[in-house]
């Protein structure tokens, strides 16, 4: 699955006028420079570890500073892994 | 200063559902689809309702215009802040949204303020049920006192939520399962027929000066809030005296008098409390015949959405050509309209009236353009 494109996908679940057009053009890419806020990365951040049935106690010590960041911290504490961008996006829409 | 509505979006529904698995089930007006996923704790019923109203094509509009411009919030009462959960209840409208901060409403219309390009100025208002209209005022006052070129109002409320259900169940304040089975239907001003559903409703209004108003769509002439000693909980008086303040204030900021107002869109809960207060000061008013509606009983009752939410379905009625009558009204009279009126042009003026728990009276007046 390509995270890039996940991520990104959820933006407009996250803000759904995007007013200031933020996007994520690289995983390597610091969340401080895709144009969102703290509370929209908050929501990212949460809307990820449900994708990845990470619990929301273990997800709060995640600390960030790319988008790769949030899928490494993903990887290592998931209980499930969605087959597909759609079905991901299904369970948080 | 003339002060134009521009443009406005709404979301309301005369669709109804029964809910029966709520300690007093009850009929009432909502968008099923505002509560999808929301026991994921996700998804916040209120946002996915205001979404409806946030046009991402006016949107991005109002970010491109220039111009001092402000956002207001009005969002009636208590269901930000996670309050809505709280009543021990487990049924489809139970959840817990994992975001706090984000339900808070100034963090809320800080967020919304931005993607409506509003850097000027962020403003909430929790009247109650008069909240969108009380913030007519305010309006009034940011272009009047303070220079605005633009004030954008958001109003919205989810009253379709556990504890609000529940308290004017419990309280017999909405009609209840047990009215309809008895053959009672919403209705207003009238012998038999009384009260309204519980729903929810949205609007989004632009406001602007006539150095940016473009195609509008109406006028604000005046508005005004008031309070009043009141004689119950509710804060309604029998005499009215809250809405008389609030309507004398409207004319008098308007500068025109209450024989220039073609029609009256009431509160129009249609309870007798209600019925009462609003009809003795209708009469105290206006001295002469009058026109007078009332959307509670085709919406439901949108809490503090709906005094700006109703006028603006009242525009888009009379710019179809109708006054719509209130429904069931099982008497006839020359004021409380019980059949649509056909009306033509433009050019009539509004009062709208509004009223809030804990003694808050609102009323603005509009030209239709």
């Not at chain 2, 509009?61 to 309050?83: M, P």
């Amino acid at each position: 699955m390509d995270k890039l494109e996940l991520f990104n996908s959820l933006i407009p679940i996250v803000i759904p006028v995007n007013s200031m057009g933020a996007t994520a053009t690289s995983l390597d890419q610091p969340l401080a420079e895709t144009g969102l806020d703290s509370l929209d990365l908050l929501m990212i951040g949460i809307y990820l570890s449900d994708i990845y049935g990470v619990e929301e106690e273990v997800a709060k010590v995640m600390q960030p500073v790319t988008v790769a960041d949030m899928f490494v911290f993903m990887e290592v504490h998931k209980t499930k892994e969605p087959t597909n961008i759609q079905e991901a996006l299904e369970s948080v829409k | 200063m003339n002060i134009y509505l521009t443009d406005y979006r709404t979301a309301s529904t005369t669709q109804t559902e029964m809910m029966e698995d709520i300690p007093y089930p009850q009929r009432v007006h909502w968008f099923a689809d505002t509560y999808k996923n929301a026991q994921s704790g996700l998804v916040y019923a209120p946002h996915k309702l205001a979404d409806k109203v946030l046009d991402p094509e006016l949107l991005a509009d109002l970010r491109e215009r220039d111009g001092k411009t402000a956002f207001i919030l009005a969002s009636g009462n208590a269901h930000f802040a996670g309050v809505h959960n709280k009543t021990g209840i487990d049924n489809k409208l139970t959840y817990d949204y994992k975001f706090l901060a984000l339900s808070l409403t100034q963090v809320y219309a800080g967020r919304i303020a931005q993607m409506c390009g509003a850097r000027d100025m962020v403003i909430t208002d929790a009247s109650a049920c008069a909240s969108s209209l009380k913030v007519m005022m305010n309006v009034r006052e940011l272009f009047m006192l303070y220079g605005f070129d633009r004030v954008i109002v958001l109003t919205l409320e989810d009253a379709v939520s556990n504890p609000v259900l529940k308290f004017f169940g419990e309280s017999k304040a909405c009609l209840t399962k047990d009215q309809e089975d008895q053959g009672i239907l919403p209705s207003a001003f009238d012998d038999h027929n009384f009260g309204f559903n519980i729903g929810q409703g949205a609007a989004l209004a632009v406001f602007e000066n006539a150095k940016y108003a473009r195609n509008s769509k109406a006028q604000l002439l005046g508005a005004y809030t008031a309070a009043e000693e009141s004689t119950n909980a509710i804060g309604q008086r029998e005499d009215g005296q809250g809405f008389v303040r609030a309507a004398a204030g409207a004319l008098q900021t308007a500068n025109i008098s209450s024989s220039d107002i073609q029609v009256v869109k009431t509160h129009g809960t249609g309870t007798k409390s209600n019925n009462q207060s609003e009809k003795a000061a209708l009469q105290q008013i206006f001295h002469r015949e009058f026109l007078a509606t009332s959307y509670k009983q085709r919406i439901g009752h949108t809490m503090g959405a709906s005094g700006l939410l109703e006028t603006c379905l009242l525009l888009d009625d009379m710019r179809n050509g109708i006054i719509p009558g209130i429904p069931n009204r099982t008497r006839r009279d020359e004021v409380f309209l019980s059949n649509d009126l056909i009306i033509g042009g433009t050019g009539h003026n509004i009062l709208s009236l509004a009223a809030g728990m804990g003694n808050v009276y609102s009323a603005a007046i509009f030209r239709t353009l």
